[in-house]
Nanobody, 124 residues
Framework: QVQLVESGGGLVQAGGSLRLSCAAS????????MGWFRQAPMKERAFVAA????????TYADSVKGRFTISRDNAKNTLYLQMNNLKPEDTAVYVC?????????????????WGQGTQVTISS
């Protein structure tokens, strides 16, 4: 079974930056498309960003485009989310996900494995 563990969350002032990491178990990480989702209180889980198996294709939600960058290091079985110019609206639990197919997707139902999440709080 694939295990995903996020880290890097915290409390940051608006305009600041955070870098989230998601460490994945197993040898098949390099064949997975990966994604980041977030869920704020009283809101549904929302797509943030996704990346194809080799990093050749990335997709972003309009709300984070130009501010966030998704990347991966397959040699380290690690997914990253660099978040710049953070806004209070970005406050949420951020969760990484993996799908056992190489092509990225915005749809949470396409993902097979989920991490536990890491809290990101942005103060105004």
């Amino acid at each position: 079974q694939v295990q995903l563990v996020e880290s890097g969350g915290g409390l940051v002032q608006a305009g600041g930056s955070l870098r989230l990491s998601c460490a994945a178990s197993g040898r098949t990480f390099s064949s997975y498309a990966m994604g980041w989702f977030r869920q704020a209180p009283m809101k549904e889980r929302a797509f943030v960003a996704a990346i194809s198996w080799n990093g050749g294709s990335t997709t972003y939600a309009d709300s984070v485009k130009g501010r966030f960058t998704i990347s991966r290091d397959n040699a380290k079985n690690t997914l990253y989310l660099q978040m710049n110019n953070l806004k209070p609206e970005d406050t949420a639990v951020y969760v990484c996900a993996a799908r056992t197919e190489p092509w990225s997707s915005w749809h949470p139902g396409d993902y097979d494995y989920w991490g536990q999440g890491t809290q990101v709080t942005i103060s105004s």
